[in-house]
C-alpha cells in the first residue's frame, strides 16, 4: 500500500475509533470514579490529534525529512522546512503512560545502558533496540536537534542517537540563566547556533527556508502556547474546571505539533469547552475542598491513582510547574522577528533558570490560582528539574505557610516507586492540609 | 614502592593559608574547566574541591536528594562545615546538571558568606564556542575587578596566561612520562593533582623533582588506561598495582582531560578560551562518542595499555552514556574494558576488588 493509501486508511480508523470513543464518553461508559470528573469531552479528538501525527510518521511520502528534536529546542526552523518532527520525550511519555517504560528501559539495560541515566533515555533506546512502541513505527531521522535549555542530559542522548544512526546531531547550546538576566553574548551565541543549524538544516532538506513560512509558523506557535495558557488560567476559578492530570494528557501537541494549524484548532476548542465547564460549575474534581500546585513532570504510570487518592478528599490538582512552561513564553515569540526572538524565547524556560526563580514562579502560581498546598515530585531521573526542591518545599512551608510535600519517584521508570509508601505520605499530607 | 622521596606536597587547607597570609585571595573552585589564570591575574589562588571524600554528609542532604553525586554532595557538605572557610570566593563551573544544581542552590538557597561566581562552559564547538567562551572570559574579568579593585592590564594577564600553559606544559611532561617515573601510583596521582591548589611556582618545582626521579626498571603489572572523573578513591590505585596492573594514561577529567595545549592568540581571554576548549575530548563538554572513543583508542596506542578502566561516580550521567559504545568501540580493537562505580563517601568494597582482580587475571 502506497504510503498516501496507508494514511487515507489509517485516518480513517482513528476517526473510527474517536467517533466510537465520544460516543462512549457521551453514554459514560468508560469513566468509573466517584471523585473525579470525567475527562474533557474532546479527549477523544485530543488522541486523535497525537494519533494522527504518529500515523503522518509512518506513512511520510516518499524523500520528506525527518528530524528528531528535543522538547526545548527551536522545532519551528525545522517545520517551516518541511521536516516531519519527532520529539523522542514524548514518545517516552508514551510509553510511560502506555506503561510499556519499565519493559524498554530494561532493554537499554540489557545492552549497558545504567539505571542511573533518565529513564526517558531509557525509554526510548528502548524502543530502538526493540522496535517496539505504542505508536507502530517511529521513523528514523535525517536530522537530530538538540538544545541545553531543558537539562544536559539530552547532550549524551543526542550523540548517542547520532552516533547510532549516523546523521548530523545541531546543537543549541543556551547557557543557564543562574539568578539573572540572560547576557547579551549569550543571547548573540544561542542566535549565531540557530543560523548556523538553519544552513545545516536547508543543505539537509534541499531546500531554503522561506521566511514568511518560518513567521507563519512562529506565529502559529506564539498562538497555541497562547490558548494553552488561556486554557491554564481558567483553573483561576473554582472549582478548577481542568485538572492538571488533564492538561499532563492534553500538553502533547504544544509540544511535538507547536506551529500546526490543527494544534491552534484543537486548543481553540479545548477553551471553549473548559469555560463552557466553568459556567456549568463542573469541577475537575467533585465538592472541590483544596487546590494544589504539582512540580516537576508526572508520574506517567501513576497520573489517575494519585489523582483518585487525592480527588477522594476533595483535592483538585489544579496548577503544574511543567506544564505552566509551555505557555509563560508566549510572548516572547515575535513571529517578525524569528531568530532573534527564538534566541531569547529557548534561553528561558523554567528549566534553564535558577532554583530560586523556580520558588518565584511557585509563588506566584499559588497566589494566582489560590493554592492550599504543594506537591514537589522529587523526579529521580530529572535531576534539573528536582535539585533545589528542598529548599523550595521548605520556603514554601517557612515563609508562606503552604504546606508542601515532596514525593520521590520517577516519571517513567515504576520500578522506583514505591506505592504504598507514597499512599502513606499522601495520607499525612491530607491531614495536614485539614481537609 | 620506589627508594626515593618526593619533596612533601604540602595539604590544600595549608596552602590556601598561606597564600592569604601573604596578603592573596583564595578561590574554592568547583569542577572541572575553569580559567586558572585569570584568577592568578588577580591574584586569587584557586583551589580545586572535587568532593573531598569522606565528608559527613548530613549537612549536606538537608539540600539535595540521595540521587546526586558524591562529588557535589561531599562540596556542599563541605562547605557547610566549615571546609571552604579559608576561601573568599566560590567559582562553579558548568559541568553537569548536578553541578549546574548546586551553583543555582549556593546562589538562590545556600548563600555562603563567600562571592559566588558561576561561569558557562560552552558545548558548541568551533569559533562559536570560542567567541562566547572569551566573552564570559571578560565578563568573569570585569567582575572580578569589581570585586577586587584590581585592574590587571591585558599584557599582565596574557603573562599570567603564558606562565600557567608552562606550568600546564609540565604536567602534560609526567603524564607522557609517567612510565619512566619512579614513582607508585598513588605517589603519581599525588603529584599530577598538586596541581589542582599549589602555585605555579611550586607546583613546576615539584613536577621538576618528580621528573627528576627515573625509574632503572621497566614497571611490572598489565597496561591499563583509567578513564573518568577523578581517581578516588585512592585504594582503587593501590589496588590496581596490588593485583597486577598498572595505569599507563589516562582519561579522568580531573587529570588527563585537562591536559590543554597553549592558545594562540594575543588576546588574553581569547587565548584562554582557545586553550580551554581545546583539551581532550570530555563527556562534560559533551565531546561526540567518536572523538572519545578515537582518544581512547590513541592513548592506548601511544602506551600499550591493554585495557581501560571505567571509574566511574554513582549517578555520574555525563560518564554513563557513552559506556556501550566505548565498550564496544575498545573491543574492536582488541582492548577490553571494566567498568567500576565508587562513592567517594565507601570504602572501596569486596565485591569491586574482586571484579578488577578477575578483569586482570583474564588480561594476564
Redesign the interface.
Known sequence: MSPGLARLAGNAALRFGRQRAEARARRGADWRSDFLAPPLRLAPRGKELVARHWLEGRTLERGRKVAWVTSGAPAEVLKALGYFVVYPENHGAICGAARMAVDLCSRAED????R???SYVRTDLGTLRSGRTPVGRVPPPDLLLAC?NI???V???Y??L??HFRVP?L?I?T??L??EDA?Q??VA?VR??IE?AVSVAERIAGESLDESRLRETGRLSRLASHLWMEIMRCNVHRPAPISVIDQFTHMAPVVEMRGDPATVDFYAAVLLEVQGRIASGTGAVHRERKRLLWDNLPIWYALRSVAERLGEHGIALAASTYTNAWGELADLIDPDEPFESMARTYLYPILNR???HK?ATMRAMIETYALDGVILH?D?SC??Y??????QRD?LIRDLGTPALLL?ADHNDARVYAEEQVAGRLDAFVEMLEV | MTDHALPVIPRRSEVARAHRRAGGRVAAVLPIHYPRALLRAFDILSIEVWGPPGVDTGRGMTHLQPYVCSIVRNALAFLENGGLDVADLLLVPHACDSLQGLGSLLLDFVRPRHLVLPFYLPRADGAQGREFLSEELRALRGRLEQETGRSPSDGDLLEAVRREEAADGCLARLHAERESLALDEVEFYRLVRAREFLPLEDFTRLANAGLALRRREGRPGIPLILSGIVPEPMDVLRAIGDLGGRVVADDLAACGRRLYPPGGSEEPCARLAESLLAGPPDSTRGASVEDRLRHLRALAGRTGAAGVVFLGVKFCEPELFYLPQLRDGLLQAGLRSLVLEVDLNDPLSRQTLTRLEAFLEMMA
Open positions: 545492552a549497558g545502558y545504567s542511573d541515566l533518565c541545553t537539562c544536559q542530559t547532550l549524551g542522548w550523540r548517542v547520532a552516533h546531531l546543537l547550546d547557557p543557564f543562574y539568578n547576557s553574548h549569550a551565541y549565531r547556533q548556523q535558577g532554583a530560586g520558588l522529587s529521580r535531576k534539573p528536582s535539585i533545589g526542591q528542598l529548599d520556603h520521590e
